[in-house]
């Protein structure tokens, strides 16, 4: 048996539930008698391959066991456990093997217990009869395809750390275990009440009765996985991956359509009602494509049965607004909320602090009804403040506690701060992680910060120091288990659960430590094999929702939302603002993202656009009264916010800013598109040149770029560049006043909270922007999106236009395009098997015509403004250094108190 080590596990313990019957009709007690019956009758054609196996094995519950189908090859059920649920089929030729299965281990563990504990354990095992630790999907398969098999007899209750307070009573008991099993047996053929008689011979189906199955399905809780249709890439893909590296796991991936949603009622999700409730209130009628996929296998592997094999680590490829922050948040929240006792149990990995506070609302939703703690560390608090948050007071408490210590369950972070709080924070420990959810994960691989990643990886594995915890065995810590005996997830950290057990030597296959399950999220995941690897993935499966088409259309790498229309406009780099102008004032549009390529250029076209509305709206006729009260109060939202701009922020953020070196906040001084980290911008694409599935590895810079495109002339030739008989004539122009707002990181954080709220609340029609929204963000109402300096790279253009047409609804993306970008662009999405999406519009002079006069005017006035506001800026930028550097005194101070 184990060698079971005593640790400090504080209020872990917790008693073993007695077993009870399962659903009315067919009783727990009974299936195990027919079972065991069926299992007796095979024994002989057992013996041989169980001397084939090592003893001393730890029980072992085949984990998400994919069912074989009796039907097509193609339909194969998804098991989050390998490629197409093959990692841990049992299904062979022959029939089942149950080498590996519960059955067979438990038979062995009854053996070892036998020579034990001699007749106090055959007591013991007869009492325990009642527990049906057959895995659901072992008993489908039996069901379905077994005709012979080679098991041993014998289920008894898996390893009780109870049993091991027996085990000094009871000495070397040598019986002959065989004759042990035997005699058990042979009382489990007494309560066979229906199946055939225990003769050695044949082997009829388990359980004939429909309803007996699926009783015990329901039984065990168990999720049944979802099966899809996969379709294999051709052999020149197959070929291409393997030359490139790319493991065969991620060159074929589980596809699964879009339009794959389940209604939230469906069974396969085993919920609680609890948390049903929350998303109907939420109004989540059905799971979107994503959900229905990756939430039944982290839902079946909520048990961690088998302390050598982890729940395999999932990567997770879906359009932008496909709903893949629910995917992970929802079986996170049904799984943790059975824990006992608080600890960091799920950490959620996101490259800016607005997601990280997008997704604690999200969980924040859901959560309602447990005991769940979230928080998170983004640096807008102080460190120490963080730090009571997620420890408590570091200073009083005198010194570490041994295993570290929580105040939260889940913590949602960049990766800067946490690498913080790993070094620097007394009691912090990522060794109770039961999930790592790296969302935006290819932004976040492109991201070399500080380590992140190797530093986190560290962290998850217990240090050797805390291996050797009470060493004497005598005092054996007790598992949590359910009513079927399998250990509850959270009786004990994953990451620790090797250094409790001495795992024995096996033939069967090598003893794994148990692991955080890593879930990894994109809408653009790469498949660059180094980063990858550098993740330690653990039986990874790779999930995409997609369009068909993979095979014959291997190009089509990326895809776009379904509602999602896409226009591009070439247009002269002076006419761009016009045509942002045109857009507003003659296509009506609103509620629009407007991207630019630096924060710079986001605040000259912001102020342009609200020089022109403000004269247009000046003209007496042409507002009305109501319009323009709404006009002036915006205006002065928006100056105060930019005064508080250029005014020094409060403390907590000054200080925040100055100690976090996260990706975030590190980078409210760069003027790059990208300036929500430090390094990322870059990074991401030069990384995506050189991603393997982007193959053109060119124009990795803007110089590039422009060199490449030199001749204008030419591109625009290449181009075909439609008439612009579908637009619509352009009325005249509105009345109306339309608010403009920009958002960028060099607004405060809270000033950039209040202009989302004002954009979700309808009060902002054009808010322009960096890239430090482009992922990720979730904003409602955004129907268009404005690419005014179009993305040089494709992965940039998936997720600005997907700000729009998100969760099934419709948006518009329109792309200004400079005549010597044409090529490039052209290029990009074509490459990317996009082009054919792209409509192509040209704006002639006489439509905007009525525009120029206004336009003049507000370029005129840019001038100045621009010139105070960097004054204005400049005195900001002192202050704030002045108070940065104070708080890095004050950090410093403080850390070297500790
Ligand atoms: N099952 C559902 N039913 C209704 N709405 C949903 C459902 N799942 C998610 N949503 C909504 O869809 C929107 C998009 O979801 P989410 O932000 O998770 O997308 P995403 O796939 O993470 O996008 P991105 O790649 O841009 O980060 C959210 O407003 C979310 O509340």
Known sequence: MFNIRRYDVEAETVKVTPTEPSTPGISASDRLAKLNARLTKNKGASSNSSSNIATNTPHTEPHARSIPSSKSTSHTRFDGSGKNGSRNSTSTGEGISYKRSREYEEAREAREEAKKHGKKWEKRAKELNDSDLIPNDVRLAMKAEVEAAAVTPKVSESTSLEQEDEKSQDGDDDHDDDEDMQKDNQDSKSKDQGVAASEEGGLGPLFTDEAAVDAALADLALVPLPSFETKEISAVERERAKSMGIPDWLANPTQIEPETNTSIDAAMFGFSPRLIKQCRKAGIEECFAVQTAVIPVLMRARHLGDIRKPPGDLCVSAPTGSGKTLAYVLPIIEILSQRVVTRLRALVVLPTRDLCIQVKETFETFVKGTDLKIATSTGQNSFAHEQSILVGDTHSSGGTVLGGHSRVDILITTPGRLIDHIKSTPNFTLQHLRFLVIDEADRLL????????????????????????????SNAIQIKRDKHGFPIHDAIAPGFLSSFFELPESDVEDPKALSVQKLLFSATLTRNPAKIASLQLSDPQYVAVQEGGQDGDEKQKYTTPAGLTEHMIVCDTSEK??????????????SALCFTKSVESAHRLYKLIQLYEKNRTAVPTSASSATATVMAATAGRMDGVEKEKNANDNGAESDSDSSDSDSDSSSSSSSSDDDNDTSGSSDEEAAEESDVEMKHADASTEKAKAKQNSSA??????????????????????????????????LPKSKRQAILRAFNQGEIHLLICSDLISRGMDLSPVSVVINYDSPVYMKKYIHRVGRTARAGKTGTAYSLVEMQEARHFKEMISKAGHWDKIGRIKVKEQEIKDLVPGYTKALAGLKDVLVSSAKAGKKSARRQ????????????????NK
């Open 446 to 473: 492109n991201q070399s910060f500080q380590d992140w990643l190797y530093h986190i990886l560290n962290a998850i594995h217990p240090s050797p120091d805390r291996k050797l915890l009470g060493a004497d065995g």
């Open 577 to 590: 603002p016009l045509m942002v102008l045109h857009l507003l004032h003659h296509l009506q549009v609103r």
């Open 713 to 746: 002339d030419q591109d625009n030739s290449t181009m075909e560049v439609d008439s612009p008989s579908d637009i619509v004539p352009p009325p005249t122009s509105s009345s109306e006043a339309i608010i403009v707002a920009e958002y960028s990181s060099d």
């Open 881 to 896: 250094q002045y108070s940065s550097s104070n708080n890095n005194n004050n950090n410093n101070n403080s850390n070297s």
